[in-house]
């Protein structure tokens, strides 16, 4: 009888720490989850990548230079996937920073998945970055008129 027990103990301990892992199964670099209540959305970055049709040159005050960024129209995505665009999204990213922002129906902002021809990476806070394609008459040498930029973006929840 305790042969049992301890073996169904065991499994049952067992059970709890790979159901604790799912989380980092779920969430990888070579993956954005999308989240809307309770149901997850994994996209491959691959195929984000392959779906990116807006580029363009502009100035990156992060970086100090110009560079030629690619992606999706955050907008349209977010249409896509939700049916609607969210009052307000949750973002977690691979850096451990979380904010919940509003604002994002808009097709300035721009979900770039490429820059100067290569996809983007953890090192070039990638995978996934959101940038506006225009500034308006903000200066770009000031970097807190950007402190809504995300990057390195892991996952995304619909806050409605």
């Given amino acids: 009888m305790f042969r049992l027990c301890f073996f169904h103990g065991y499994a049952l301990g067992l059970l709890f720490f790979l159901l604790s892992l799912a989380p980092l199964v779920l969430a990888h670099p070579d993956t954005l989850v999308l989240r809307d209540g309770t149901d997850d959305e994994i996209f491959k970055i691959a195929e984000l990548r392959?779906?990116?049709?807006?580029?363009?040159?502009?100035?990156?005050?992060?970086?100090?230079?110009?560079?030629?960024?690619?992606?999706?129209v955050f907008r349209n995505f977010l249409q896509e996937h939700f049916g609607a665009v969210p009052a307000e999204l949750y973002f977690e990213s691979w850096d451990d920073y979380n904010v919940t922002l509003s604002g994002w129906d808009d097709p300035n902002w721009i979900l770039v998945t490429h820059q100067n021809g290569e996809p983007l990476t953890l090192r070039q806070r990638g995978p996934l970055r959101l940038v506006e394609r225009d500034y308006g008459n903000r200066d770009p040498t000031r970097l807190r008129n950007f402190n809504d930029w995300m990057w390195m973006i892991r996952s995304i929840e619909a806050v409605w």
Avoid at 50 to 71: K, S, T
Wanted: proline share 4%; hydrophobic share 45%.
């Fill in 50 to 72: 392959d779906q990116a049709n807006v580029e363009f040159r502009f100035y990156d005050p992060y970086l100090a230079e110009e560079v030629v960024v690619r992606g999706l």
